[in-house]
């Protein structure tokens, strides 16, 4: 088991609402990337935060968005949500400069 | 635009057999190819790992072998277990970003 942590594990939502996922990343990481990961897929890369800044940013429109704290832990922000957003939206810590990504378990999230 | 295409889609062996997992890349400022495991609900799990410069490496039952001037990597599973039934990804990293292929679901078969 990692030490990246996710949380809500499930959510339900509605069309046009927003949500919020968090993730703590593991002890010592300070890299923080987010991937969306639609069933029978293999995850998209959405966004990497270091240093509280967005480092790279994946094929998203801007109503996805993301928040890193001083302590490395992170949000994604997910605005006027539409059904194709229902997916398990993933978090992975890494230190700057190492390839090694670790992941949490993940957030489900469906959208009706 | 699907930076590493993985093959095949699904595989069935019978415990003991070697699946053979194949990736094809085409970005040749990847520097880092990575394979993750990932059973249902759960987050992907790092498994093994090749730098380009490596032909191939070994890592318990699991094993990578890279052709540089083919832009080819694969993975083999030696004498698979019923427990090695998942879903796995090959990937790339370059960019900050990891971009994965579209995974293999395989099932060992007791």
């Known amino acids: 088991e990692t030490g990246v942590t996710q949380s809500p594990t499930h959510l339900i939502k509605t069309r046009g609402q927003q949500v919020t996922l968090r993730c703590s990343s593991q002890?010592?990481?300070?890299?923080v990337s987010w991937y969306q990961q639609a069933l029978g897929q293999g995850p998209q890369f959405i966004f990497q935060?270091?240093?509280?800044?967005?480092?790279g940013r994946g094929n998203f429109p801007p109503r996805f968005s993301g928040l890193q704290f001083p302590n490395y832990s992170s949000e994604l922000n997910v605005n006027a949500l539409e059904l194709d957003d229902s997916a398990l939206y993933l978090c992975a810590s890494s230190l700057a400069g190492a390839v090694e990504a670790f992941f949490g378990q993940g957030t489900r999230l469906t959208v009706v | 635009q699907q930076q590493v295409k993985q093959s095949p889609q699904s595989l069935i062996v019978q415990k003991g057999g070697i699946p053979i997992i194949n990736c094809a890349y085409e970005?040749?400022?990847?520097?880092?190819f990575p394979w993750y495991q990932q059973f249902p609900g759960k987050g992907p799990a790092l498994l093994i790992a090749?730098?380009?410069?490596?032909s191939e490496k070994k890592e318990g039952r699991f094993t990578i072998s890279f052709n540089k001037s083919a832009k080819q990597f694969s993975l083999h599973i030696m004498d698979s277990q019923p427990g090695d039934s998942a879903t796995y990804f090959c990937a790339a990293t370059g960019a900050n970003n990891l971009f994965f292929g579209t995974g293999t679901r395989l099932t060992v078969i007791p």
């Open positions: 002890s010592g990481h300070n890299t």
């Open positions: 970005n040749t400022a990847f520097d880092y």
């Open positions: 090749i730098r380009p410069d490596v």
């Open positions: 935060y270091y240093r509280e800044e967005e480092n």
